[in-house]
């Protein structure tokens, strides 16, 4: 995955929105736009494709408000794309695995319809946030093998947006820890967290000892919270210490 989209991916958030293969495997997603499908991130990561969701997972049938019109606009995906490579492994194996499982699949994929749908508006009966509808749009990313990036809008201050919300908080982890290992980057959507520091003094700087952590500031800037210049600081222990250069008063 191109380092850009995911960056993109992560402007949009709140807005839910995942980047899917052209069989609709699911590349990529922010938290939202994983979690507003209900129930697709238990399965494996190789597993999470959306017409396999919408027919397959027990969840898909009560979550989309026209089912039935969501499942004839995967199959006409994919019908389009056998008509321009109808030997692709990929779409030969979901097929097959669709036909197998789903009368539902069996029965669209011998209508041959291949009229998608690329924006409009979905309402989703989702356990989390309630019953909401959301607009989208689908686009196709170019320099890609028919990678599409798709993403539900909503106005703020609307009931909508505050599902949005609900969902983009939803997908945030309760520990600032990095996917890749304590030195790596942070996790999308990890609240930025510095541990607390006790050094016995405030430190050298304002900024140091006292339990000092970076807090969220306007327009999203961290900006560390000061200790108050005269203020003693206290171990863990609960002590007072004086600050440095100033010795304690004996009684």
């Not at 539900?152 to 997908?171: C, F, I, N, R, S």
Request: overall charge positive; glycine content about 10%.
């Amino acid at each position: 995955m191109d380092p850009g989209v995911e960056l993109l991916l992560e402007s949009m958030r709140p807005n839910p929105a995942h980047v899917v293969s052209r069989t609709m495997d699911m590349i990529a997603a922010n938290p939202g736009g994983l979690r507003l499908m209900t129930g697709l991130e238990d399965w494996p990561e190789k597993q999470r494709n959306i017409v396999r969701y919408v027919f397959l997972h027990p969840a898909a049938r009560a979550l989309f408000d026209d089912w039935e019109n969501q499942i004839r606009g995967c199959v006409a995906r994919l019908r389009t794309l056998a008509g321009t490579d109808p030997d692709a492994p990929d779409l030969a194996d979901l097929v097959d695995e669709l036909l197998l499982k789903s009368p539902d699949f069996a029965r669209l994929w011998e209508a041959y319809d291949v009229k998608g749908h690329s924006s409009g508006r979905k309402t989703f009966h989702h356990p989390r946030v309630g019953d909401v509808t959301f607009g989208y749009q689908s686009m196709t990313l170019e320099g890609t093998d028919g990678h599409r990036l798709v993403a539900y809008h909503a106005p703020p201050g609307t009931p909508e947006y505050d599902a949005m919300l609900l969902l983009d908080a939803a997908g945030r982890p309760r520990a600032a820890r990095a996917a890749r290992g304590p030195a790596g980057p942070r996790s999308a959507g990890a609240p930025l967290h510095v541990p607390s520091r006790d050094l016995g003094t405030c430190g050298s700087t304002p900024y140091e000892g006292s339990g000092a952590r970076l807090v969220r500031g306007g327009l999203g800037r961290t900006v560390p919270r000061r200790v108050r210049p005269g203020s003693r600081c206290r171990s863990r222990s609960g002590s007072a210490r004086p600050r440095p250069g100033h010795a304690r008063t004996p009684r």
